[in-house]
């Protein structure tokens, strides 16, 4: 069984930089497509951005790009997020997901239920 363990959460001013991480046991790390997504009360979850078993990038939204950055650690089977100039709308609980590659199979990245597993979730709160 897959499971995925997020950190790195917190209170910060808006224009501080935090680093999400997210830790997966149980599966083979490097054949994993790895998505952080985000939540707010009321609102669906939304993609924030993804990492391929391949390693090819997509940033989901556009507010996020150029300040976010995923990236993949394959040797310490973890993910990261690093999100510098933070402002109070990327106020949320965000989210690890992992899908299992398929070979042949299209993937949707940004859609949550194309996700296999997902962690608890690390609030992010920014503040004015």
């Known amino acids: 069984q897959v499971q995925l363990v997020e950190s790195g959460g917190g209170l910060v001013q808006a224009g501080a930089s935090l680093r999400l991480s997210c830790v997966v046991s149980g599966g083979t790390f490097a054949s994993l497509n790895m998505g952080w997504f985000r939540q707010t009360p009321g609102k669906e979850r939304e993609s924030v951005a993804v990492?391929?078993?391949?390693?090819?990038?997509?940033y989901s939204t556009d507010s996020v790009k150029g300040r976010f950055t995923i990236s993949r650690d394959n040797a310490k089977n973890t993910v990261y997020l690093q999100m510098n100039s933070l402002n109070i709308e990327d106020t949320a609980v965000y989210y690890c997901?992992?899908?299992?590659?398929?070979?042949?199979?299209?993937?949707?990245?940004?859609?949550?239920?194309?996700?296999?597993?997902w962690g608890q979730g690390t609030q992010v709160t920014v503040s004015s």
């Open positions: 997901a992992a899908r299992a590659r398929r070979s042949g199979v299209p993937f949707t990245a940004h859609r949550a239920a194309e996700y296999d597993y």
């Open positions: 990492i391929t078993w391949s390693g090819s990038i997509i």
